[in-house]
């Protein structure tokens, strides 16, 4: 840790031990009570740290914290309810490693459908007012069109296995 000259007493170190360099320190501080005073100014008790953002971001890579992004859409998201249920299942599928995308407006089903073929993903999952009160999705193969109503508790399931996973 860097200049440790103006602080009294009690000093902290953040160390990463994920990092292999010389330098594993990702952030410091301690009490400086005597700081403003040694500047001029009244007595003040203070207490301050600071983190390097660069070495933060390179320790919780190294720890695999942030999940490897996918670069190709696989299953687009149709929801005409709103957009509350898109954004749950798009979540879900990502968080299961499945490269998902949605319209972030509110389009018709026809206009999400064409987005859905532009966007490259093999699947569709089609959300509407049925799918919700049925606790399902429609899983659509946009090769083939061919449809089927999927549970959302085998929804990650379904999707890998039509993706051949």
Do not use: W
Not at 49 to 55: E, S, Y
Request: proline share 2%; hydrophobic share 45%.
């Amino acid at each position: 840790m860097r200049g440790l000259d103006y602080y009294r007493r009690t000093t902290f170190e953040f160390v990463a031990t994920s990092l292999t360099a010389a330098h594993t320190a990702i952030g410091g501080g301690g009490r400086y009570d005597g700081l403003v005073a040694d500047l001029g100014g009244p007595e003040t008790p203070g207490i301050g740290f600071a983190l390097g953002l660069d070495r933060t971001l390179l320790a919780c890579d190294a720890e695999g914290v942030f999940a490897a992004p996918a670069t190709v859409v696989e299953v687009f998201i149709v929801d005409v309810t709103g957009g509350a249920q898109a954004a749950t299942v798009c979540s879900q599928l990502r968080a299961a490693g499945i490269g998902a995308d949605r319209a972030y407006d509110a389009r018709s089903m026809k206009s999400q459908m064409k987005v859905a073929d532009r966007s490259g993903a093999r699947l569709a999952l089609i959300v509407g007012e049925d799918e919700v009160a049925k606790n399902a999705v429609t899983l659509r193969t946009m090769e083939t069109g061919a449809q089927q109503l999927v549970p959302r508790d085998e929804l990650v399931a379904q999707v890998k296995t039509a993706l051949g996973r």
